[in-house]
């Protein structure tokens, strides 16, 4: 390639704050350096040392090397010491699922993260918080008016294609938005053009692989798997292959599969039969390079990225479905140099859906036998639940197929300055805009019946030609709802821009940035001040004292839009089987949403910290605070129609108090037989919440609550999820290079469970805590559960073969020690608690050839 005349050295985000410290340290004395070959002047550009505290970047290296689990994108967040995890996260009740964990950051709700991958969004923001995020409940498919959502990440990508993931938790850089929690961008690999290379690996766990711990109350009927979350058995294999191609010194490509399945048998107990349920996630990935002759880059990407999760009602014939997410997207992205810095111009387009398909668009629920009657069925064999003393039903089919989509066109660029001085200061300006047009809909392909009331027992029946809801000689449906074919569209177009200026003057660093955002959704216009700034306490680059204040302002969410008359229905009536159904009017059955004048959401953040080099380590505490304002809650109304609706407000809050400690040596410490990294973390969290876990919740934050023997107000009560108090974590790694042999150990210890049981109770006399108040509040009795200490391990062998390929094999132990950890109260009954466990020890075995 000719002579590169300005090249930046991509230094903006560090893997932890140590190598924040350390590239700082390189680079902020001298921004301009010769080059030893040739006379082109390289452009050096740092990250602001306060930015840097606040990011955190995990290398493909590391996470080859972390002990894993299903390998999500969020898994890899564990190592992360400002991000809290569901209570009920790796519960021992369904180890066999593999969806993406759900995160939050400093107190923020679990669908406020802005996920991407290569620099573009990941975000369903379509229902995103749906039944709280759990797995734990029906899913989405038990109700005909039920809006099919995803969860939080449209793709459920797997870390091995990732290259580098970096992760914002403050002090978050002007150039990203669309949220109040945290950023976490995915980089995907790129192809190496150093020669023809590849890898096929697998990985496998199952149930017999792994140790369960079940609260007694339920262990009989998970056993028996009579729910669809109770997963006494499953197996779980996933297989990837990449292939890396140059076509010459200046391009290549890469193609990588990647294919994650787990099948987990259910029981039907009335039917007597098992069937599989089935989870799947595959990820194609084709992305090409081209390195120009001038310096300039060209990426060509594209994906498809498909789920699928297959579930089974509870003693339903013809009860199956599936729940099918994700899609594809393609993107081109052009890296332009010149001596006056850089631009990055990024043009993509993503289809996602969620769509539910059912065996049968009928639902009836039959007679199986009726003994006042003196009626037993020829055609209805099976039972649907308990037999009454009278009767036993069963039930056939389903809701037919609906779902939503969602397609994102977007263009953006940023630009990064070469430095510059002026008046004794060095400016670092950064700057750039975004455009995303949104389209999405709703849809259902066809009109679904459910039979209404009980069937109509007659042996003299003669049903007319394809009535579902008529057997011959037996017994028809008199009353049906219909819910007819519909399709809601909406859409929105998002535009952003922001600029930033780093100034350095002497040891002082200031970061003062702006970004603006308007969206023709809620035609809100956003501005959100960024401000950062650190001081080299002493001009050694050994103590640096850090802070800001910022704010993040959320994404819009098309639930509201896609709801909107998605509970219409028509009762239908007939006066026997061979009468046609009459219909009456449409009607409602659920709230529709009203957002006029709805204030998008927003996080205002203060942060300080200090970061010391000690010896050949660097340590750093940091205190952040987040208070989430202008949060959805919702009130009911009804509207000049007569129709119920949800007026949603911005009267939902949230605030977060984080104390995080971090350390890691400068570099590895090598020994005679082996190589050691190691990293710590620790952190204190105090949340609290007024809609605990969900947008949707009624707005009720002027409620009164006695909490921790406390009268308050329901908004000023802390989070009941996602709230561990603290935690502390170190992870190890050591490489013995005679063996080839790495063993990395990741040690944890928590604090314990908090559980709470409610009841109401009246004030004044009810509770010492009520001091002068006259009214209800619900008191929240707390039940404290055990700290707990775990202990993960990864083992990776590698045998070289011949010339450049070489056999893997991996080890992964998780809970080593099998420890019985409370995960979550699930119900209590007076003083008795039922518990949810996390899994117990587990063994992942997995093996791979490269080339």
Not at 417 to 446: I, K, N
Not at 535 to 547: E, M, N, S
Request: aromatic share 14%.
């Amino acid at each position: 390639m000719n002579n590169v005349r300005c090249i930046f050295i991509p230094l903006s985000i560090m893997a932890m704050p140590v190598l924040a410290e350390n590239n700082v340290e390189d680079t902020q004395n001298n921004i301009t350096e010769l080059s030893e070959q040739s006379n082109d002047t390289i452009t050096v550009r740092s990250a602001p040392t306060s930015q840097s505290m606040g990011t955190q970047i995990i290398n493909a290296d590391q996470i080859g090397k972390y002990p894993t689990g299903n390998g999500t994108i969020s898994e890899l967040l564990e190592h992360n010491p400002n991000v809290r995890f569901a209570n009920d996260n790796n519960s021992s009740l369904n180890p066999g699922e593999i969806a993406p964990e759900n995160v939050s950051f400093h107190g923020e709700k679990f669908y406020n993260n802005n996920f991407m991958i290569d620099g573009l969004s990941n975000n369903n923001t379509i229902n995103p918080g749906n039944k709280n995020g759990s797995l734990t409940t029906d899913p989405d498919g038990y109700s005909p008016t039920d809006l099919p959502s995803g969860g939080t990440q449209s793709f459920w990508i797997n870390s091995e294609l990732v290259d580098q993931l970096q992760v914002f938790d403050s002090n978050v850089a002007a150039k990203y938005g669309d949220f109040t929690g945290g950023v976490v961008d995915a980089r995907l690999k790129d192809p190496s053009l150093d020669r023809a290379a590849g890898k096929i690996s697998w990985r496998t766990t199952r149930d017999s692989w792994t140790r369960y711990h079940i609260d007694e109350a339920k262990q009989e009927s998970f056993v028996a798997a009579s729910q669809f979350y109770y997963q006494p058995k499953f197996t779980k294999n996933f297989y990837s292959v990449t292939v890396n191609q140059p076509l010459n010194d200046n391009a290549g490509f890469v193609f990588a599969y990647n294919r994650q399945e787990s099948v987990i048998p259910t029981y039907q107990s009335t039917m007597d039969t098992w069937v599989n349920q089935k989870r799947l996630a595959e990820t194609y990935l084709l992305k090409g390079t081209w390195f120009a002759d001038n310096g300039d880059i060209l990426r060509l990407t594209g994906m498809y990225s498909p789920h699928k999760s297959t579930y089974y009602k509870s003693d339903v014939k013809e009860g199956g479905f599936s729940n099918n997410g994700g899609g594809y997207r393609g993107n081109i992205e052009w890296e332009h140099y010149a001596p006056w810095g850089k631009i990055t111009s990024l043009a993509g387009y993503q289809f996602e859906q969620n769509k539910i398909e059912q065996e049968s668009n009928n639902l009836r629920t039959w007679y199986r036998y009726n003994t006042s009657q003196n009626f037993e069925s020829q055609a209805i064999t099976w039972g649907s639940g308990e037999a009454n003393a009278n009767f036993q039903r069963g039930i056939i089919g389903g809701y037919g197929t609906f779902g939503t989509d969602k397609a994102t066109t977007t263009f953006k660029q940023d630009a990064e300055f070469t430095p510059f001085e002026a008046l004794g200061v060095t400016h670092q300006l950064d700057a750039g805009w975004q455009t995303d047009f949104y389209q999405a809909r709703y849809r259902r392909f066809s009109d679904v019946a459910v039979g209404a009331g009980v069937a109509t027992i007659d042996t003299t029946v003669s049903c007319q030609s394809g009535d579902d809801f008529c057997i011959d000689g037996e017994q028809y449906f008199k009353r049906r709802t219909l819910y007819p074919t519909r399709t809601v569209e909406g859409s929105y177009t998002n535009y952003a821009a922001y600029l930033q200026d780093s100034m350095i003057y002497k040891r002082l660093e200031l970061t003062p940035g702006v970004r603006l955002q308007y969206d023709d959704y809620l035609k809100n216009l956003t501005i959100a001040p960024r401000f950062a700034g650190s001081l080299d306490v002493f001009g050694d680059k050994h103590t640096r004292i850090f802070g800001g204040a910022n704010r993040y302002y959320g994404q819009n969410l098309l639930t509201y839009k896609l709801r909107t008359g998605i509970s219409a229905n028509i009762a239908q009536t007939r006066t026997d089987a061979n009468s046609p159904w009459v219909g009456d009017t449409v009607k409602y059955s659920s709230y529709d949403y009203d957002v006029s004048d709805l204030k998008t959401p927003y996080s205002d953040e203060l942060s300080l910290g200090l970061s010391q080099r000690v010896l050949d380590t660097v340590w750093t505490v940091k205190w952040v605070n987040r208070k989430g304002r202008d949060q959805f809650g919702r009130d009911k109304s009804v509207n000049d129609e007569g129709r119920k609706v949800y007026v949603l407000s911005n009267n939902a809050k949230t605030e977060g108090n984080t104390w995080s400690l971090s350390a890691q040596p400068i570099g590895p410490y090598h020994f005679a037989m082996a190589d050691v990294s190691w990293e710590l973390g620790a952190s204190i969290v105090k949340n609290k919440s007024s809609s605990q876990a969900y947008y949707d919740q009624s707005s009720t934050d002027d409620n009164m609550v006695i909490f921790n023997g406390k009268l308050l107000e329901k908004g000023d009560m802390d989070a009941l999820d996602f709230n561990t108090p603290w935690s502390a974590f170190a992870n190890i790694n050591t490489y013995f290079p005679a063996l080839n042999l790495n063993w990395s150990q990741n040690i944890k210890y928590t604090a314990g469970y908090r559980g709470y049981t409610t009841s109401t109770v009246t004030c004044p006399g009810s509770h010492s805590a009520c001091g002068n108040y006259e009214g209800s509040a619900t008191l929240y009795e707390k039940t404290k559960y055990s700290d707990y200490f775990t202990y993960d391990w990864r083992f990776t062998w590698t045998q070289p073969t011949f010339n450049d390929q070489s056999l893997e094999l991996t080890l992964d132990v998780l809970n080593v020690l099998d420890n019985v950890i409370e995960a979550s109260q699930t119900s209590s009954s007076g003083s008795t608690q039922v518990l949810t466990y996390k899994t117990g020890r587990q063994f992942w075995f997995g093996m791979a050839y490269s080339w």
